[in-house]
Nanobody, 115 residues
Framework: QVQLVDSGGGLAQPGGSLRLSCAAS????????MSWARQAPGKGLEWVSA????????YYADSVKGRFTISRDNAKNTVYLQMNSLKPEDTAVYYC????????WGQGTQVTGSA
């Protein structure tokens, strides 16, 4: 079955960095685009970034453009989100997503950008 396992969250000082990982299994990873989304406390789900199946194209929300970088390693069935220059407003639970006709989500990983 499809499984997405998110990891790498934690507490970061202002301006600090974290790298999130999402390990995928149960489908042909290299055939699908992948995304990251986040949900801040008391707010709805916000799309953050996406990457094409072969990594050739990437997309970012304006709120993270220039600070976050999405990448993938198709040999390891893993997608990453490198987060630099973290801000308190980046505090959220981050989820990776695979749309295989049906949306699949990771369990989420907490990122806290301290003030």
């Amino acid at each position: 079955q499809v499984q997405l396992v998110d990891s790498g969250g934690g507490l970061a000082q202002p301006g600090g960095s974290l790298r999130l990982s999402c390990a995928a299994s149960g489908f042909t990873f290299s055939s699908y685009g992948m995304s990251w989304a986040r949900q801040a406390p008391g707010k709805g789900l916000e799309w953050v970034s996406a990457i094409y199946s072969d990594g050739s194209d990437t997309y970012y929300a304006d709120s993270v453009k220039g600070r976050f970088t999405i990448s993938r390693d198709n040999a390891k069935n893993t997608v990453y989100l490198q987060m630099n220059s973290l801000k308190p407003e980046d505090t959220a639970v981050y989820y990776c997503n695979a749309n295989l006709g049906i949306d699949y989500w990771g369990q989420g990983t907490q990122v806290t950008g301290s003030a």
